[in-house]
């Protein structure tokens, strides 16, 4: 979780996350994913390609 946006009274605050349950995070051999293969298949889904230096950050040989 983070913090995203903060009113500037401090009344309120908005956090940005991601839950998973853990029976979702099940990779090709049916074991738990490491978590560069949960941080993987976040950026996967979320990829519109826009940020093309990202792919080299994270390591494709691991899935």
Do not use: C, H, W
């Not at 983070?2 to 009344?11: C, E």
């Not at 990779?27 to 390609?49: C, F, H, I, N, P």
């Amino acid at each position: 979780m983070k913090t995203m946006s903060r009113d500037p009274d401090n009344d309120y605050d908005i956090d940005d996350g991601v839950y998973f349950a853990k029976e979702d995070l099940v990779g090709k051999r049916y074991a738990e994913m490491t978590s560069l293969q949960a941080r993987q298949m976040v950026r996967d889904a979320v990829d519109d390609r826009k940020f093309k230096g990202a792919r080299r950050n994270l390591r494709q040989d691991s899935l």
